[in-house]
């Protein structure tokens, strides 16, 4: 039997994933990857960079953590650990490998053993957001088949996981969006429909609080900046209320648009962009640094220009998966599908 998919589960992912191209554009195109402009600071400082910024990933992250508790729970934890790592991986490592390539036969005058290395690299910096759900599915996973993921077991990891001082690539904020996994975890062993509706009720009070949060985030608030840190705690609970309560506003405005609207075609249409989140998620990179390897900024102080090439590349990005989802082999090694 087919498995029904949650439309307005896929519309939240479809809408985040659009907001990570958006970024991502407003970073390449509007400021040409440069972290400083004219002696000021530049996409760190964008009006529209610091909103997407204030909790995308992070709720990407907690939706990931909600739906690895269901997964944990249905599976092994051989078989389920298997199918994350090869599920994730080989399309991560080919899509890494494939921008390597790129780079060494167009743009860069690379030796073998540097190609080597910019793919390892590559791998494990820029792909974190698959590093991340692999480290906490195998936490997590574990903590459950040992019977021992209960709530103050898994608040106790985010303190000891908070404490790690590994600075390998990206583990620093990989470690910093740990907390939003373990909400969304924890979140799916309860009957969450009350706190949706609390949520729902005291809407003003959350988008009231996350200008607030919005208006007091600053460049030393980016996880990629100031991780977190006992050493940085004000800043990592400041971004930790931040990224929650702007999440929770933002879930809550998108329920009421498609309670609103129902099946549009425009819900339709996100939410089957939404199944494809991580297809698009690996694609975008090659594009982005050949993007930051050309240093080009064209539309400096016009961010919310920055919407128009975001669609254009969400749909040409969502027509070259449909025809990777034809064929069995391409379907696997670079969308990581099982069928």
């Not at 425009?266 to 694609?283: A, D, H, K, P, R």
Request: one cysteine or more; glycine letters at 4%; hydrophobic letters at 50%.
């Amino acid at each position: 039997m087919a498995k029904t998919r949650n439309i307005y589960i896929d519309y939240v992912k479809g809408v985040l994933i659009f907001l990570v191209i958006l970024g991502h554009f407003i970073q390449m195109i509007e400021y040409g990857d440069r972290q400083v402009v004219n002696n000021t600071n530049s996409f760190w400082d964008d009006w529209l960079f610091k909103l997407i910024y204030t909790f995308h990933m992070p709720l990407f992250i907690a939706i990931s953590g909600y739906f690895s508790n269901l997964s944990t729970k249905k599976l092994s934890f051989q078989y389920y650990l298997l199918n994350r790592f090869l599920y994730l991986l080989t399309p991560m490592i080919l899509w890494s490998l494939m921008d390597s390539l790129i780079h060494f036969i167009f743009l860069e005058n690379m030796s073998p053993f540097m190609l080597c290395k910019a793919i390892i690299y590559r791998t494990g910096y820029y792909y974190w957001f698959i590093w991340a759900i692999l480290i906490f599915s195998l936490l997590t996973t574990a903590l459950n088949k040992l019977k021992i993921d209960n709530t103050l077991i898994l608040i106790l990891s985010v303190f000891i996981i908070t404490l790690l001082p590994f600075k390998i690539l990206n583990f620093q904020l990989i470690k910093s969006m740990y907390p939003f996994f373990i909400i969304g975890y924890i979140l799916a062993t309860k009957d969450i429909r009350p706190y949706f509706m609390f949520c729902r009720k005291y809407l003003l009070v959350f988008i009231l609080i996350s200008i607030t949060c919005y208006l007091f985030w600053s460049k030393n608030t980016y996880a990629y900046i100031t991780p977190s840190s006992l050493g940085e705690i004000k800043t990592t609970i400041f971004r930790l209320l931040a990224s929650i309560s702007i999440s929770i506003s933002f879930l809550i405005v998108l329920f009421l648009v498609y309670e609103r609207v129902g099946q549009h075609y425009s819900i339709i249409t996100l939410s089957n962009v939404g199944q494809e989140t991580l297809g698009l998620y690996l694609m975008q990179w090659p594009f982005f640094l050949y993007l930051s390897s050309c240093h080009i900024a064209l539309l400096s102080g016009f961010s919310i220009l920055c919407v128009i090439p975001s669609v254009i590349f969400l749909i040409v990005g969502y027509l070259i998966i449909l025809i990777l989802n034809k064929y069995r082999i391409t379907r696997f090694l670079l969308l990581g599908k099982k069928h």
